[in-house]
């Protein structure tokens, strides 16, 4: 970073653990100023925040509560970024849940359907929708110099069916949709828009699913045998963010150890 030109700032939805806070750690190596959003755990969020700030002692990282399926908390989160910051160059929408219980589509319920799509779908959906707006009206103060960045962080379950947790796929698949639309819509004004799908990832998310994925990856689940990190997808991310796909738009990542390759 040359002396005296302002760090550019990331908002990682979901940082304060797994998949987010490997984005965030990363993003602060990378020289990005953040802010780290939680939905409850703040004392997962402080150890993030202290994690990033170990990366690099100069970066200015906050942590803020905000429920994303809440419309005025993505507000609140928003004008934390804003008065925190006074600029937003990448939003990484990271923040997702699992369903509490995998239930089988046939059994699946409307509590649980409604759920997924609050946090998982409409809440980066209408997220993206005013950051976008926030980040044209920065493009218009800053120029050329401003390149800002939208990162959804979907699943291999936007396009692999899994029934036993239609309500997730469903949210994902959306998502991935929602990527493909902000990226259309949003190119002339110079902001792109990217879409990483990881595989199987170490989280507290998959903590409950361990034994199962590690029989299936040892039996050949993934070309790459092993767990996937929450540095894989961090570092994905960062070479999203530093400049690395500059001519692409509506590009899907795949950080999944080969997941989607079809095999014969
Ligand atoms: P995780 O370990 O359960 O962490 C979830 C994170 O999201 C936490 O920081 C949590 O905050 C936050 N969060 C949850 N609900 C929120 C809400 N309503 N508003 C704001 N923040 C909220 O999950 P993960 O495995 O890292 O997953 C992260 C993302 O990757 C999700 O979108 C998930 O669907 C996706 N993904 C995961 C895997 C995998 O194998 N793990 C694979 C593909 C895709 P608190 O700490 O405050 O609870």
């Known amino acids: 970073m040359a002396p005296g030109r302002e760090s ?19 993003l602060a190596r990378a020289g990005f100023d953040l802010v780290i959003n939680y939905a409850g755990n703040e004392t997962a969020a402080q150890e993030a925040r202290t994690e990033a700030l170990d990366t690099r002692r100069q970066a200015r990282i906050e942590t803020c509560q905000a429920d994303v399926s809440i419309a005025e908390d993505r507000q609140r989160l928003l004008q934390f970024t804003r008065e925190s910051f006074g600029r937003l160059d ?7 849940i699992a369903p509490s219980k995998r239930v089988d589509i046939l059994d699946a319920t409307e509590v649980s359907f409604d759920r997924l799509m609050a946090v998982n779908l409409k809440g980066p959906y209408f997220l993206t929708q005013a950051a976008a707006r926030w980040m044209i009206e920065q493009a218009g103060e800053k120029g050329a110099k401003y390149r ?18 239609g309500d997730y796929c469903v949210s994902k698949a959306g998502m991935a949709m929602a990527t493909k639309l902000y990226a259309v819509a949003l190119a002339s004004h110079g902001i792109r828009v990217y879409e990483i799908r990881p595989g199987v990832i170490a989280t507290d998310m998959t903590s409950v699913v361990k034994e199962k994925y590690d029989v299936l990856i040892e039996h050949g689940l993934t070309p790459i045998k092993r767990w996937g990190l929450p540095s894989d997808v961090g570092r994905a991310v960062a070479a999203i963010a530093t400049g690395a796909l500059e001519f692409s738009t ?8 080969g997941f989607h390759l079809r095999r014969l």
């Open 90 to 96: 990448l939003l990484v929408n990271n923040a997702g």
């Open 8 to 26: 550019s700032v990331a908002l990682v939805t979901g940082g304060s653990r797994g998949i987010g806070r490997g984005i965030a750690l990363e």
């Open 250 to 257: 509506g590009e899907v990542i795949n950080v999944d150890g």
């Open 148 to 165: 800002p960045i939208i990162v959804n962080i979907t699943s291999v379950s936007a396009y692999a069916a899994s029934p036993e947790r």
